[in-house]
């Protein structure tokens, strides 16, 4: 999720404006009431139309009113600038209660900067501010209209009072003739208004409206669970099925956690069927899935169930236990925590550690894929230079961050999700091999959600407990596990040491393995994989062999020792010659045709699996069963 800069304004009122409600609206009333009125009168536009009704206190009726669109929404940390969809913005007197039709004197606008839009009430009581915001992403936070439904995540498309995000907030939506609603906070069929505690809690509430979408539901711990299809594809009669497996994840984690404190929860899943579309994102109280493929298709099934595990764990750790920094948030600039390698690396362990524990994956399965992450860590340039927290405090760059500035993050950075779940899995098997089986990781998040979500009072209007540190994640830590880790914080998640893998995976009787791949050379460059047949350069390793010789990003291969090259023959040609071999290679670099010589480097492919220890106790086999079931 990114960041643009804020942009000065163009007259002396506005300045006045700005900082006058800066200083004045913070410390009035909240507005007597708020309410967001959204229609979609012509869906195949992609513009929904918003209106927001404000009712102003006397003591603000001649105060300019700020309206602000977020620049990035919660759950994704790169800054994306929502104010860019936003067109006709218009402001008037007076609240015209629908459908009646009125004559509103229009009030005058200023656009104060890049994401703010400034009405002066004139002496009126009440403004009406209308606006219409282009939507065409399906997506865990863009929004989506077209003639098949209106998807929102209101981060994208609702603009808040600025000073009165923490004021209760109405909406009320028009949907087209024969299009039903439905979001984590639906109570009853047929519902279109909403009344929300604040504005934070309104964008928390991404919502599904369309004729088709189909809903199943069932209990747990006396919990409703709402499970919401809209397939674009067919789904090969797998519904049933995949609601049911939802059901046994649901059951393992609220095993974990115990029952979660709402009363209803909503997984609004859409199988987009455009091979392109693909995303989860955690709210309070429901989960926007997106799978780019159809429910029928191979391996759709499985990778929606875990995304659910995923997402579905996130109810704890991350929307309820999080980090200090997230939340309430200021949207004026992206949000920075070092917290991130729990709040989505243990996130990501748990997911996959959740679809062993539901027994929708085995054994197998489930190591096998922690070996993957280890694999696509150890190989990773950047997992020597960035640490975990360095990564968290470079989310903005990271989570699905657009750079049209060329970067050379490819080798420098690692990302939070497969290092946190491997910090994840390490402590976890640390702490219950060195205290016998006695505790563990669950303990951990158990102990830090009682401490920081549960037990701790309001920090803010928008939600319980104050939220933690990197320092009490130690804390914490440490005091469960019986021992201090502040060797271990220092060591794996401020600074960049390989993880103590062997230890901890010998505890529970399994040992890590590293061998050369099959054709061990890569010779540090990487080929760009969006294009099938083509051999284009992506990206150069620093110090290898490549860069050596001269090559470059944006480079087409064209010969190798003197034969045309193919994505086939890459490899098993660069296997052929051993370290310090000279091999002569071929680029096309724009109207260029360049040849040069790559010298053979050390081998520089790995493989990394998780093997069973052939001499493997009793007692470690117990606490692999203890950790997995
Ligand atoms: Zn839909
Ligand atoms: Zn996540």
Redesign the pocket.
Same mark, same amino acid.
């Given at each position: 999720m990114t960041f643009q800069f804020r942009r000065g304004i163009l007259c002396v009122a506005a300045i006045v404006a700005f900082s006058l409600s800066g200083m004045v609206v913070a410390q009035t009333a909240p507005l007597k009431s708020i309410t967001y009125r959204l229609s979609m009168s012509r869906p195949n536009s992609h513009l929904f139309e918003v209106a927001i009704e404000v009712e102003l206190p006397d003591q603000l009726k001649d105060t300019p009113i700020q309206f602000q669109m977020a620049k990035w929404s919660p759950g994704r940390y790169a800054v994306f600038d929502f104010a860019k969809n936003v067109q006709e913005f218009h402001a008037a007197a007076g609240v015209c209660p629908p459908p009646g039709r009125c004559d509103q004197a229009m009030r005058p606008v200023t656009r104060v900067n890049d994401q703010t839009w400034s009405v002066a009430p004139l002496g009126s009581s009440a403004l009406t501010i209308k606006y219409k915001v282009f939507a065409n992403d399906l997506s865990g936070t863009f929004s989506q209209l077209d003639s098949? +439904?209106g998807?929102y995540n209101g981060g994208t498309i609702f603009m808040y009072v600025v000073d009165h995000k923490p004021d209760p907030v109405k909406l009320v939506i028009h949907p087209p003739s024969g299009w039903k609603i439905v979001n984590g906070r639906t109570e009853r069929s047929g519902q279109t208004e909403w009344q929300f505690p604040n504005w934070d809690v309104l964008i928390d509430t991404p919502t599904?409206i369309?004729p088709d979408?189909t809903q199943e539901s069932f209990q747990v711990d006396g919990k409703k669970y709402h499970v919401v299809l +809209?397939s674009f594809g067919a789904e090969g009669g797998k519904r049933n099925n995949l609601v049911r497996d939802i059901e046994k994840i649901v059951r393992a984690e609220s095993a974990m956690w115990g029952p979660p404190e709402f009363d209803e929860y909503t997984f609004l899943i +859409?199988f987009a069927a455009d091979d392109r579309s693909g995303d989860g994102m955690e709210h309070l109280t429901s989960t926007q899935i997106i799978e780019p493929g159809a429910l029928a298709e191979e391996g759709v099934y499985e990778e929606t169930l875990g995304t659910v595990a995923h997402e579905f764990f996130h109810v704890w750790n991350v929307k309820r236990l999080r980090p200090l920094e997230l939340g309430p948030w200021d949207f004026t600039r992206p949000a920075n925590t070092r917290g991130l390698w729990v709040a989505e690396g243990f996130t990501n362990y748990y997911g996959h550690l959740m679809m062993r524990r539901a027994g929708i994956w085995n054994d197998t399965r489930f190591v096998a894929r922690q070996a993957e992450t280890i694999d696509r860590i150890e190989n990773a340039p950047g997992s020597r230079l960035m640490s975990a927290e360095e990564s968290s405090l470079s989310a903005p760059f990271l989570d699905d961050a657009p750079h049209s500035q060329l970067t050379n993050l490819a080798n420098t950075s690692i990302s939070y999700y497969p290092k946190g779940e491997l910090i994840g899995m390490v402590l976890d098997l640390l702490v219950r091999g060195r205290t016998k089986g006695k505790a563990s990781l669950d303990d951990i998040m158990r102990a830090m959600y009682e401490e920081f979500y549960r037990k701790s009072s309001n920090n803010s209007y928008y939600l319980r407990g104050r939220g933690y540190t990197t320092e009490d994640v130690q804390r914490v830590a440490s005091q469960v596990a019986g021992f201090d880790l502040s060797d271990f914080f220092h060591r794996y998640v401020r600074n960049t040491e390989m993880l103590p893998y062997d230890e901890a995976l010998s505890y529970v009787g399994l040992k890590l393995v590293k061998t050369k791949k099959a054709q061990p050379y890569n010779a540090g460059l990487t080929l760009d994989s969006d294009e099938e047949a083509g051999m284009r350069i992506l990206n150069i390793r620093n110090n290898s062999p490549a860069e050596d010789a001269g090559l470059d990003v944006g480079d087409e291969i064209l010969e190798l020792a003197g034969r045309k090259v193919t994505r086939q023959t890459w490899f098993p040609t660069l296997a052929r010659y051993r370290p310090g071999d000279s091999v002569p290679i071929t680029v096309k670099r724009d109207r260029k045709t360049i040849t040069t010589k790559i010298i053979m480097g050390q081998p520089d492919r790995f493989e990394y699996k998780i093997e069973s220890k052939a001499d493997a106790t009793e007692d470690q086999k117990a606490l692999r069963d203890a950790w997995l079931k």
């Open positions: 098949r +439904h998807n599904e369309a979408w +809209h +859409h």
